[in-house]
């Protein structure tokens, strides 16, 4: 089993940054990736950025693009999203998660990621 821990969340200004973190433990993760999602109310889970577990590919949300940074440091097993120039539209649960399943890019489907983080809140206010 995995257990994905996120925190870093917080109420901000529009403009500011944040950073987000995910604390992994149980396993290793020798394959596959880790993303961050989020969901607003009401609505379906959106990916916001991945990064391979053993290499340094990632994958960013158009509308991320340019703001955000997603990082990993292996030996704490843990993963960051910088979050800068924050908009109130960024406001949403930010959830981590998780596969160790192999592909050859960072799937975008929250469907391919197994294991998930109980959430961090970020309001972003105007």
């Known amino acids: 089993q995995v257990q994905l821990v996120e925190s870093g969340g917080g109420l901000v200004q529009a403009g500011d940054s944040l950073r987000l973190s995910c604390a992994a433990s149980?396993?290793?993760?020798?394959?596959?990736?880790v993303a961050w999602f989020r969901q607003f109310p009401e609505k379906a889970r959106e990916f916001v950025a991945g990064?391979?577990?053993?290499?340094?590919?990632?994958s960013y949300a158009d509308s991320v693009k340019g703001r955000f940074t997603i990082s990993r440091d292996n030996a704490n097993n843990t993963i960051y999203l910088q979050m800068n120039s924050l908009k109130p539209e960024d406001t949403a649960g930010y959830y981590c998660?998780?596969?160790?399943?192999?592909?050859?890019?960072?799937?975008?489907?929250?469907?391919?990621?197994?294991?998930w983080g109980q959430g961090t809140q970020v309001t972003v206010s105007s």
């Open positions: 990064i391979k577990w053993s290499s340094s590919t990632t």
């Open positions: 149980g396993r290793t993760f020798n394959n596959g990736a």
């Open positions: 998660a998780a596969s160790t399943l192999y592909r050859n890019y960072i799937p975008e489907q929250d469907g391919y990621y197994r294991f």
